[in-house]
């Protein structure tokens, strides 16, 4: 199958790899751009906290670029959302990565309160590493559940648009057999570009397949019957819908 990647580059060349292992053919397609902030970053790291919060890798790739303000941080519980930031803040050099089974907010939230349910509640704030835009849904559950918890922004997505030249062979010319969206500002954009508006009627026998509901609904309702959402909200089970 053509694949159409719809995710940020360093993610994407991972996707790609484990595509062509299953024998598909990946097509890239990054809409956004990471822009680090690794004095946000290393200002969060000097307050006083009890454990990290992550909810991307992109965190992670921000807190390696710190390099040695970071050694005396890797004794810090990292909490983080998927397997794939598990292993980018173990990849950053962290002793100490809990995993949420799921790929959102509340499911991080869900560990970090299950987790102090067995362990105690520690006397510093939990420090979460965030990105921008992205979901409150995260330190809405925190709050909720009376979690103390600072956010600082380290990173954040800044939308680009490809040339019309460069997108046209990608979803015109050799129209995709299925599109990988891993988030909601991926689909938005993916569906705001002039050139997929003009070309919807090509795309018609593409099966957009999603990680999760909330991803999915930013897929036109045109496009309803086409769309398929992962059981498991991980790169493994949309792959698993190939």
């Known amino acids: 199958m053509r694949v159409l990647v719809v995710r940020p580059q360093a993610s994407a060349e991972k996707t790609a790899a484990k595509l062509k292992a299953l024998h598909h053919t990946p097509v890239l397609l990054s809409l956004v751009v990471p822009v680090h902030d690794a004095v946000a970053a290393t200002a969060g790291l000097a307050r006083r906290h009890s454990a990290i919060a992550i909810t991307s ?23 983080a959302v998927g397997r794939a930031t598990a292993r980018a803040a173990t990849e950053a050099g962290f002793r100490t990565v809990l995993a949420a089974e799921g790929s959102d907010g509340n499911s991080l939230a869900d560990l970090i309160i299950r987790h102090r349910q067995d362990f105690g509640v520690p006397p510093e704030p939990l420090l ?17 559940a009376g979690v103390a918890h600072e956010t600082v922004e380290c990173y954040r997505m800044e939308p680009t648009r490809p040339k019309r030249s460069m997108l046209k062979p990608l979803i015109v010319d050799e129209r995709p057999d299925a599109i990988l969206f891993y988030s909601r500002e991926s689909a938005r954009h993916f569906f705001e570009l002039p050139l997929v508006g003009e070309s919807l009627d090509s795309l018609g026998n593409t099966l957009f397949l999603c990680i999760s509901r909330n991803v999915a609904a930013m897929v036109p309702e045109r496009f309803s019957k086409s769309v398929v959402v992962s059981t498991t909200p991980t790169e493994e089970g949309l792959l698993d819908l190939l």
């Open 57 to 79: 890798a992109e965190a992670a790739h921000v807190l390696r670029s710190i390099g040695g303000e970071l050694d005396r941080h890797l004794l810090t519980t990292v909490f």
């Open 128 to 144: 979460y590493l965030a990105g921008s835009p992205r979901s409150h849904q995260f330190e809405t559950r925190l709050a909720a």
